[in-house]
């Protein structure tokens, strides 16, 4: 049920989702953060920045981000980051090595921690089970 939200919100008409579940003011300025925090995912995206896009104090961004979402903006970053990776290496266009750069990882070995927090499994195994149901 989780993913099918975060699909549902960050996918092209998650903005008008997001509306018509939520409908105020104040969600409709932490949704443009988190629409912001999207389109840069592979950046370091300081919180700061993404509460100045709510309108929002720092402190405040956070706890509202976190009761939208929850889950902190580091997170959904991250959650955002491995997701993408998963889609890239089950699609074949590249590596774990490159994949954990293109999305923002300083180290591969981080990622792979993170990815098998993440999913279960190491990035390799996921992959190719992935492939195997799509056969």
Known sequence: MREICYWLLTGPHGGEVAKMALGTD?????????????????EHVRVDELASIAQLS???????????????????????????????????ETNVETAAFR?????PSQFSR???????????RDVASLRQLAA
């Open 26 to 42: 104040r969600i409709r300025r932490i949704i443009n953060a988190v629409h912001a925090l999207r389109d840069r995912y592979a």
């Open 58 to 92: 720092p402190s405040a961004f956070h706890r509202q981000f976190k009761a939208l979402t929850a889950m902190t903006p580091l997170q959904y970053q991250k959650q955002l980051r491995l997701f993408e990776a998963r889609r890239l290496l089950a699609s074949g």
């Open 103 to 107: 999305v923002g990882y300083e180290s």
């Open 114 to 124: 993170e990815y098998i927090r993440m999913f279960g499994t190491s990035p390799r």
